[in-house]
């Protein structure tokens, strides 16, 4: 089945092609059918891929289309290489894609037919581009896909592009992941001259034998190209600001596509980061470091899609964390999971969005689980993976990167404990603010309160129902030997490296205990939760002090606008007056006016009096004969 891999990116492009190019001939019908069937093909053939890469003795293979860049000793292929890594993040990319179209169906209803197909066409160029990182058998192939991601993230975001602050938001995050982008490609350059290749097998094989600093270098700028698409400190800020955009590109973005990509990379990279030490703990510093702000924020956030976005970055934050302690494996683990539980609670905020009539500030809801039942069973299931509950998925992924990092540094593991207690917390506040308690909307809204069409639920019990079994295939070995069956899959290419001299050696008793500890503080969490936020009247008044701070998210746009957008402006504008307008305009405009000036001057010379050319030609005589006489003394 792998000879067919290419069809799974070609088919999304196609139907970028058909409704990009056909938007103001096709019908809705057409668009639908189109749209979301590609999506379902790739996805169909990606789950073929899957098996073919989970039967016993599967290897990796690379497959050759043409050459992408040939000149001199430079080779670089447009190939895809297909294992286990990016089988698994093809069958996540294709499914929830799949589930998201369709969910857009019903949900962009009210946008006309040429906008609708525009729509639908931005979302299959943007999986198009995410297959093609994930497919790509070189750094290159996956820099394209990994700019192509770019791009649809600006389109997605600005959608409503009469809206002047949704534009401002797409090209916040445009710039930002700009940032991070540069960092890549220095960091492609320098692998380029070290090893003279850039495919993932010559890399790797030579990595071995490079320089511990050469290493760092350049992972260090991987990094920084992942920080800036999966929003980390201090990249992250475009993020939240992209929830301008309509819900389900939110639930795109933040479940299957771009902020998954830097953990990708990452992981794909695991060679490189194993033999570079500093790196890794740069990963876990700043992974830990952004989950636990984004956390603190999200605790005070009113906008649900806003809470949704920073529990994003924190999960992305404790990604960071797994990848950098060597928990490669805990890492793709939890961005699957997270891609289940993530993205049902954004399309369960869609759900209540589309049922409030576009109303997002959860102060102004309340007693929504009558009239929206499948919308608050599934949102409610969301929440419970997230926090960390058994059975569902979050539970086994997030206690295998809190064990991972116990092992590594228990610092580490106290302050990604002190994020998951917020996480339940935050997580809880907005369910219980959402769906219990009385409505506090207005009555035009409480009269039109309704369920979601089947379009729009179908995916809803779809996701609640992978959110509550898709943890499973990662049982750990405290309750059953060899049952981590993801572990398994992965481990010829994404080997999870154990700490030579680990901070703490945990026996099965001793992580039966500490899970069970955490449960109960969850718990405890999720009831701190209930008792504040489900009663009836609820304090709606502006926060004050520490709150304010939360609430204003640690004013890190406002320090960020004050040290570095205003003082660019200011460069900016100087550049502009003085520089540009008066020293360089100035001088090129003085230089014509020169001329000018010159040649009107000499023009009074063409007298037409045969005297004054004589006296001229006098004077001219006198000087060349001083002149001569001066130079030979």
Not at 537 to 563: M, Q, R
Request: aromatic share 12%; with cysteine; glycine share 8%.
């Amino acid at each position: 089945m792998s000879k067919y891999v290419f069809l799974i990116p070609l088919l999304p492009l196609v139907g970028f092609l058909i409704n990009g190019l056909g938007r103001n001939f096709l019908s809705r019908m057409l668009v639908n059918i189109i749209g979301c069937g590609v999506l379902i093909a790739s996805f169909v053939i990606s789950f073929l891929v899957f098996r073919e890469m989970a039967a016993p003795g599967a290897t990796p293979m690379v497959i050759r289309y043409f050459d992408f860049i040939k000149a001199g000793g430079l080779d670089i292929q447009a190939s895809f290489l297909v294992d286990q890594l990016s089988a698994l993040f093809l069958l996540v990319i294709t499914g929830i894609g799949s589930l998201i179209h369709v969910y857009s169906t019903a949900y962009m209803h009210e946008e006309t037919t040429p906008h609708y197909a525009r729509y639908f066409a931005y979302l299959n160029l943007f999986v198009f581009s995410m297959l093609l990182l994930v497919l790509g058998s070189n750094f290159v192939v996956m820099f394209v896909g990994w700019e192509g991601v770019g791009l649809c993230s600006y389109l997605l975001i600005g959608y409503w592009f009469g809206n002047a602050s949704y534009n401002n938001a797409a090209k916040k995050a445009f710039v930002m992941n700009r940032i991070g982008d540069l960092g890549f490609l220095l960091a492609i350059f320098w692998m380029l001259s070290q090893f003279g290749s850039i495919a993932y097998a010559d890399v790797f094989a030579k990595a071995s034998t490079a320089p511990v600093a050469v290493l760092t270098g350049i992972t260090i700028l991987l990094f920084v190209g992942a920080m800036g698409k999966s929003a980390q400190i201090p990249l992250y800020t475009w993020l939240p600001d992209a929830m301008a955009g309509p819900t389900p590109v939110s639930a795109l973005i933040h479940a299957a596509t771009m902020v998954t990509a830097g953990v990708y990379m990452i992981a794909r990279s695991n060679v490189l980061f194993t033999l570079a030490p500093i790196s890794q703990n740069l990963v876990a510093i700043i992974g830990i470091s952004t989950a636990l702000l984004a956390a603190t924020i999200a605790l005070k956030q009113n906008d649900i899609k806003k809470v949704l976005a920073y529990s994003t970055v924190s999960q992305l934050g404790l990604m960071f964390l797994a990848l950098g302690v060597g928990a490669y494996t805990a890492g793709v683990f939890h961005v699957m999971t997270h891609a289940f539980f993530k993205a049902l609670l954004f399309l369960g905020a869609g759900s209540v969005i589309h049922a409030m009539h576009h109303e997002q500030d959860i102060m102004k809801m309340g007693g929504l689980r009558k009239k929206l039942p499948i919308t608050h069973i599934t949102f409610l299931i969301g929440c419970l993976a997230i926090a960390g509950i058994p059975p569902f998925a979050g539970f086994f992924s997030k206690d295998e990167i809190l064990t991972a990092a116990l092992e590594k540094n228990p610092v580490y593991y106290v302050l990604a404990l002190a994020t998951s207690l917020m996480t339940a917390f935050y997580m809880f506040r907005l369910y219980f603010l959402t769906f219990s308690g009385k409505f506090r909307g207005s009555h035009e809204q409480e009269h039109h309160l309704h369920e979601s069409p089947v379009p729009m639920t179908l995916p809803l019990i779809v996701l609640a129902i992978l959110s509550v079994v898709g943890g499973w295939v990662g049982i750990p070995a405290v309750f059953a030997e060899n049952a981590h069956l993801l572990s398994h899959f992965l481990s010829p290419v994404v080997a999870s490296v154990k700490p030579a001299h680990p901070a703490i050696h945990l026996s099965h008793s001793s992580e039966l205990a500490l899970m069970g500890g955490v449960l109960v503080l969850i718990l405890v969490m999720i009831v701190l939760a209930s008792k504040k936020f489900s009663k009836e009247n609820i304090d709606t008044a502006a926060p004050s002090g520490f709150s304010a701070v939360l609430s204003n998210k640690w004013y890190v746009d406002e320090i960020y606008e004050a040290i570095i957008v205003r003082p660019i402006n200011w460069i900016s504008s100087f550049l502009s007056r003085v520089v540009d307008n008066r020293l360089i305009d100035g001088l090129v405009n003085g230089v014509g006016k020169g001329v000018q000036f010159s040649a009107r001057q000499l023009r009074l010379l063409q007298s037409g009096q045969v005297g004054s050319y004589i006296l001229i030609m006098m004077i001219a005589i006198i000087l060349f004969f001083i002149f001569q006489l001066f130079w030979k003394l």
